[in-house]
């Protein structure tokens, strides 16, 4: 062995100690005084019907919710419906400034353009689907003149409450919004049971925007890559100050919970988060004898699928969403631990698909940037080609290659779950060293040394 080679392996051992210990530390501390472990700073779930905390940690702490602010400018707009003042067919002009910032990159919006008039339907429409930041400055402009007087009715309203939060914009885009976990949760408690109309909107899938589709930024509706049986809201957050949030609702047999994470690790770790807490408290609820809120048996399910798990997952330094792969008969009926391929585009690697050879190719490209962290812009419009690639896809090639110039090798274990593919985490072993903690259900992928 030369002294390169050799030095190469030390220091990709040291590095999986480090890592490993890093992230065994993390969980056995969130272990120790909670029943599931998030990746996020602070989560919560309530019941709806009876205000109680079935899951909450730091559920008191004020931190930044990025977009989850419109949910507290949805409830003053509603509020101004109530009252009269406003209906769904209102007219809501807009300016050069809005429509320029409409077109802005840097944030979540549908294009405005100056000098239209857009009814608010339209509006809510984009607010609770797309998180458009105009869109809901175009709205609060014309309800209070100024973006200012509507953010002065959105302070009054939660200090009203009891809610112990403050904002200065109305989009979530600021650093110095504050709001907790508990707060937001209340928040999104009053608008659905006092206004539920917020549901036909934060429950669609797709809108049509002027000519433009727009899906949405909750990917755990029906059709999302995180789809939860039951879900049918509320409203994502993602900044660099607030990391990744989310406040989200689901019903079932009658029962709905509302669910809030604030700052985990990365855009999907917030649903994989929220499934585990939501979970967690539906488990309550059947404990408690309402075995309707379970979600169907698997036998009742018409192909493959996968669930959240404890067992967190590493790459790189950074958690990824991981899911149990239950078996069929592809894996000889094996449950699998498995991670999405398209989430691997964030953590080291090159992913790219061949439509005409159903084949997709992992490259380990050391020298990408890691991503794993907040995506900055939730706006999702796509060509029509563009969401063709990954909702059509099957997984059956994987190939695996070390570098652009490998030949690689194809993986054994690769799945098709909702149109999208996944592979086991025991494949990854051809890129670089994988570790399992079975104590702490800590699974550890390096790839970089």
């Known amino acids: 062995m030369d002294n390169k080679t050799g030095g190469r392996k030390v220091s990709r051992l040291l590095k999986t100690i480090t890592v490993l210990a890093v992230a065994a530390a993390l969980l056995c501390g969130s272990l120790s005084a909670y029943a599931v472990s998030i990746s996020a700073k602070g989560g ?26 419109k949910l507290v400018a949805l409830y003053v707009i509603y509020s101004h419906i109530a009252n009269g003042s406003l209906g769904k067919d209102t007219l809501i002009p807009v300016g050069s400034a809005l429509a320029a910032y409409s077109r ?26 797309v998180s458009a930041n105009a869109a809901v400055m175009a709205v609060g402009d014309y309800i209070c003149g100024s973006e200012a007087g509507f953010v002065n009715e959105m302070n009054t309203l939660i200090a009203n409450w009891g809610v112990n939060g403050y904002f200065v914009d109305c989009t979530g885009v ?73 406040t989200g609702t689901a019903s079932r047999d009658g029962k709905r919970l ?74 000889g009926y094996q449950d699998c631990a498995v991670v999405m391929l398209d989430d691997l585009k964030d953590y080291g690697f090159d992913v790219s698909y061949d439509l005409a050879t159903d084949t997709a190719t992992v490259i380990n490209n050391t020298d990408k940037d890691l991503t794993a962290g907040p995506n900055y812009g939730e706006q999702y419009t796509y060509g029509e080609n563009e969401k063709l690639e990954l909702s059509d896809w099957e997984a059956a090639k994987v190939l ?10 194809y993986a054994q274990s690769t799945f098709d779950i909702n149109g999208r593919g996944a592979i086991s985490i025991d494949e990854l072993w051809h890129m670089g060293t994988v570790v399992w903690n079975e104590k702490y259900n800590l699974t550890v992928v390096v790839t970089r040394y």
Request: hydrophobic fraction near 35%.
């Open 44 to 69: 919560i779930v309530l019941d709806q019907s009876t205000g109680e905390a079935l899951y909450e940690y730091n559920a008191d702490t004020a931190v930044v919710p990025a977009s989850m602010t």
């Open 174 to 246: 600021s650093s110095k919004n504050r709001i907790s976990p508990r707060g937001m949760a209340t928040v999104a408690n009053r608008l659905i049971t006092d206004y539920p109309d917020i549901l036909n909107y934060s429950s669609l899938t797709s809108i049509n925007f002027r000519g433009t589709m727009y899906y949405p930024t909750n990917k755990m509706l029906p059709g999302g890559a995180y789809e939860y049986f039951g879900a049918d809201g509320l409203k994502t957050g993602t900044t660099s100050a607030a990391g990744c949030c989310f």
């Open 258 to 331: 509302i669910s809030v994470v604030m700052g985990s690790t990365s855009t999907n770790m917030r649903y994989v988060d929220t499934i585990k807490i939501m979970d967690y408290s539906w488990d309550i609820l059947a404990q408690r004898g309402n075995a309707g809120y379970k979600e169907p048996a698997a036998n009742n399910k018409p192909k493959d699928y996968i669930v959240a798990t404890d067992l967190r997952c590493f790459i790189n330094d950074w958690e990824i969403p991981t899911f149990i792969h239950y078996g069929n008969e592809q894996n």
């Open 104 to 129: 802005d990159p840097g944030y979540s919006n549908v294009y405005l353009t100056a000098g239209e008039s857009y009814t608010l339907n339209e509006l809510l429409g984009a607010i609770c689907v």
């Open 400 to 409: 695996l290659k070390n570098g652009p110039d490998d030949p690689g090798v």
